[in-house]
Nanobody, 126 residues
Framework: QVQMVESGGDLVQAGGSLRLSCVLS????????LGWFRQAPGKEREFVAGISRTSLTLRYADSVKGRFTIARDNAKNTAYLQMNSLKPEDTALYYC???????????????????WGQGTQVTVSS
């Protein structure tokens, strides 16, 4: 059974940085494409970044390009989202998710992902 747990969310001032972590248990992370999504109150869940199984493909939403970096350490079953130059509009609940095993295309919509964590809150004050 795949379980995912996010951590690292916090309250930070605009211009600050955070690093989110996502730990997968129950399976080997190398089997999965992983994505980060976020959802602000009253808004739909949106794609933030995604990474293929061997990190060869990275994809980012236009709104975070140049500020956020996705990475993974398959040996630790852990993925990361480094967030720099944070803005108030980055405030949201951040989720990590993985696709069905052995797929290796980075999807950018929530319905492309099969397993989700519970989320970690990021709040950016102005």
């Amino acid at each position: 059974q795949v379980q995912m747990v996010e951590s690292g969310g916090d309250l930070v001032q605009a211009g600050g940085s955070l690093r989110l972590s996502c730990v997968l248990s129950g399976r080997t992370l190398s089997m999965y494409v992983l994505g980060w999504f976020r959802q602000a109150p009253g808004k739909e869940r949106e794609f933030v970044a995604g990474i293929s199984r061997t990190s060869l493909t990275l994809r980012y939403a236009d709104s975070v390009k140049g500020r956020f970096t996705i990475a993974r350490d398959n040996a630790k079953n852990t993925a990361y989202l480094q967030m720099n130059s944070l803005k108030p509009e980055d405030t949201a609940l951040y989720y990590c998710a993985v696709r069905d095993q052995w797929l290796d295309v980075v999807a950018t919509t929530p319905n492309g992902y099969a397993y989700w964590g519970q989320g970690t809150q990021v709040t950016v004050s102005s």
